[in-house]
């Protein structure tokens, strides 16, 4: 049962069909498991694209992983505010996840460095709600504040 | 089956035209395609036309503009490999003996509809994370320096090349050669990419008139050049994380089309790549087989990209000096290897071309390697 207090205190997802956030305020990663031949997809499919099969389930990615590449985005859309790094984060899965990296500077960040989900605010719905997304920070980032 | 074979091709200007549009465009390079073949425009039995921003029936305000109508016209949206896709349907129409004289059309009025770095559709969840092409490609460039330990300076001489190739170009965007300093001055876009690695918002549209053997003997007046192949594919859906520094997709639409022509790639003399990104210049020639893998960079060092070097790469200028009007340039890529194997290239002509390559790859989709590739394979 949602509660009144519940519904004031969740924050919302900036993603809901990608990004699962829980009332305590932490979030996962929502791909697509096959039941069949175990790989996983992000985003949520309906078919698995190395067995074709259809037997898939919702699966919560787990919050580590690796920096494959990155770059510190200087150009980009009004919606986001510049300079921020982009990279693309392999989790133990076997998925590769595009996502920004946060909460370091930019100048520290290096292909193979250890990363951590991090949940953080992503702008705003039209209706002016603040919304919450993913980032990755460095692994430990927040033992070390 | 029949074989396909170009008997016109034209082109606008690239660059940016402020006062026209899409259909204005097109419409230039379809009459001047159609007076390049010597042809009554009434032979054209159906068109094909390739853009990505320009709106419904784009391809119908163009034959509206020259008189046509009538004709059976698809509009085909496949990113930047659109304008390519839309020759790929033209020889498919022709190879099925459905259609003996088809045009293909490539138009993008870009400047009127877009500015900055292009991003994936909104709908994507990497577009929502903060994804641009620039991006992408930039994470690509960093990737494979640190693999293949490709310099800075190297990546720059990609760009400097192609502006080099521009500078003789008379339709091209840009008209004035570049230094390797003035890239590495450039404003940063996305590190490690600065501006002048980056193709330019570009207005323009080029076409062609695809012929079956039949009418090629009877019109062709020896200018005719066979489009010996034309594939497209679209990336695959990846089950575990695959090298960024390779291209599978380009490698498997290359693959196709040398089966397809019966050439292989030591044949190629001249080929022009989609070099929307200095970086995408390396990944797609290496992924084309042109090069091997990592190599390429110092390869271009020693001019061997150069036109006169041993394979002359984007001798057009490429997307990086000629422009980078979406839909318009699989079509434009087109145009020049036409002029080129007919000898009509002027300050850029590369003696004794006989085989060219065209390879378009576009379109950013989470999880596939990449949305439209093709590539075109052009005998003399």
């Given at each position: 049962m949602v509660t009144t207090t519940d519904q004031a205190t969740t924050p919302v997802s900036f993603r809901p069909g990608e990004f699962e956030v829980d009332p305590d305020g932490s979030g996962r990663i929502l791909g697509s498991r096959c039941r069949a031949c175990g790989a996983h997809f992000f985003p949520v499919r309906k078919a698995c694209a190395g067995c074709l099969g259809t037997d898939l389930e919702r699966v919560r990615f787990s919050t580590s992983g690796t920096l494959y590449t990155f770059s510190v985005v200087r150009q980009s859309t009004p919606a986001f505010e510049v300079p921020y790094v982009l990279g693309y984060v392999d989790l133990s899965e076997g998925v590769r996840i595009m996502s920004q990296i946060s909460q370091c500077d930019p100048e520290e960040v290096t292909i193979g460095m250890e990363l951590e989900l991090a949940v953080e605010p992503f702008g705003e719905s039209e209706d002016g709600t603040p919304l919450v997304g993913y980032r990755f920070r460095p692994a430990g980032a927040e033992s070390r504040r | 089956m029949t074989?396909?074979?170009?008997?016109?091709?034209?082109?606008?200007?690239?660059?940016?035209?402020?006062?026209?549009?899409?259909?204005?465009?097109g419409a230039e390079a379809l009459l001047e395609a159609i007076s390049d073949a010597g042809i009554d425009p009434r032979m054209i039995e159906a068109a094909y036309c390739g853009h990505v921003f320009q709106g419904m029936v784009t391809g119908q305000r163009i034959l509206a503009q020259?008189?046509?109508?009538?004709?059976?016209?698809?509009?085909?949206?496949?990113?930047?490999?659109?304008g390519a896709t839309a020759i790929r349907e033209a020889s498919l129409a022709i190879r099925a003996g459905e259609h003996d004289v088809v045009a293909a059309i490539g138009t993008e009025h870009l400047t009127s509809r877009f500015s900055g770095a292009l991003t994936p559709d909104p709908s994507d969840p990497e577009a929502a994370v903060g994804a641009t092409m620039p991006a992408v490609y930039a994470m690509r460039a960093r990737r494979y320096m640190s693999e293949f330990g490709m310099t800075r300076e190297q990546l720059a001489r990609v760009a400097v090349k192609n502006r080099k190739n521009a500078a003789a170009n008379p339709l091209a965007h840009f008209r004035k050669e570049i230094t390797v300093e003035e890239v590495l001055a450039s404003r940063s876009i996305a590190d490690p990419l600065n501006l002048l690695d980056c193709s330019p918002v570009t207005d323009g549209a080029a076409a062609a008139i695809l012929v079956s053997d039949r009418l090629a003997k009877r019109l062709g007046k020896g200018r005719t050049v066979r489009l010996a192949a034309s594939t497209l594919f679209t990336g695959s859906v990846d089950t575990e994380p695959t090298s960024m520094t390779f291209e599978p997709?380009?490698?498997r639409t290359a693959q196709a089309a040398?089966?397809?022509?019966?050439?292989?790639?030591?044949?190629?003399?001249?080929?022009?790549?989609?070099?929307?990104?200095?970086?995408?210049?390396?990944?797609?020639?290496?992924g084309l087989g042109l090069f091997s893998q990592?190599?390429?960079?110092?390869?271009?060092?020693?001019?061997?990209?150069?036109?006169?070097g041993r394979l002359p790469i984007n001798p057009s200028g490429g997307l990086l000096g000629k422009g980078h009007p979406l839909g318009g340039t699989g079509v434009a890529q087109v145009v020049e290897l036409v002029r080129q194997l007919r000898g009509e290239a002027g300050d850029r002509q590369i003696a004794g071309a006989r085989v060219g390559l065209a390879h378009c790859r576009g379109g950013k989709a989470v999880g596939i390697e990449g949305a439209a590739c093709t590539v075109q394979i052009l005998v003399r």
């Open positions: - | 074989n396909v074979h170009v008997i016109g091709v034209g082109m606008t200007r690239f660059g940016k035209h402020p006062d026209r549009d899409a259909a204005d465009l020259v008189g046509m109508a009538g004709l059976p016209l698809s509009n085909v949206e496949n990113a930047c490999s659109s997709l380009t490698w040398y089966e397809r022509a019966g050439v292989g790639p030591e044949e190629i003399g001249v080929a022009e790549v989609h070099d929307c990104f200095s970086i995408a210049e390396v990944l797609r020639v290496e990592g190599e390429y960079p110092a390869a271009v060092e020693r001019g061997e990209a150069d036109i006169g």
